[in-house]
């Protein structure tokens, strides 16, 4: 069964830095894609980055300059590098694994909290 764990959440201020880390640990088959959601109450989850065992990568343009998806093939391990962080940014964060092409399976981790203070 994989597993991931999410860490590196945390109340920061209005325009500071903080850096997201998911661990997979398990067998995870590749091609596969790996992605950071947000969630705030009351609302659906959304995408924030992505990028693919290949390295390629898709940003939402609401995050677009500020934010950097990167991930450690090697360790099984996807970043997520939150800079000129902004009130609305505040929510649960979740990183998700699942094929790139397709198929049946998708791994979720337990969340991450980053709550910005203005």
């Known amino acids: 069964q994989v597993q991931l764990v999410e860490s590196g959440g945390g109340l920061v201020q209005d325009g500071g830095s903080l850096r997201l880390s998911c661990a997979a640990s398990g067998r995870i088959e590749s091609p596969n894609v790996m992605g950071w959601y947000r969630q705030v109450p009351g609302k659906q989850r959304e995408l924030v980055a992505t990028?693919?065992?290949?390295?390629?990568?898709n940003t939402e343009n609401s995050v677009k300059g500020r934010f950097t998806i990167s991930r450690d093939n090697a360790k099984n391990t996807a970043y997520l590098q939150m800079n000129s962080l902004k009130p609305e940014d505040t929510a649960v964060y979740y990183c998700?694994?699942?094929?790139?092409?397709?198929?049946?399976?998708?791994?979720w981790g337990q969340g991450t909290q980053v709550t910005v203070s203005s």
């Open positions: 990028i693919t065992s290949g390295g390629w990568v």
């Open positions: 998700n694994v699942r094929p790139l092409y397709g198929g049946v399976w998708s791994f």
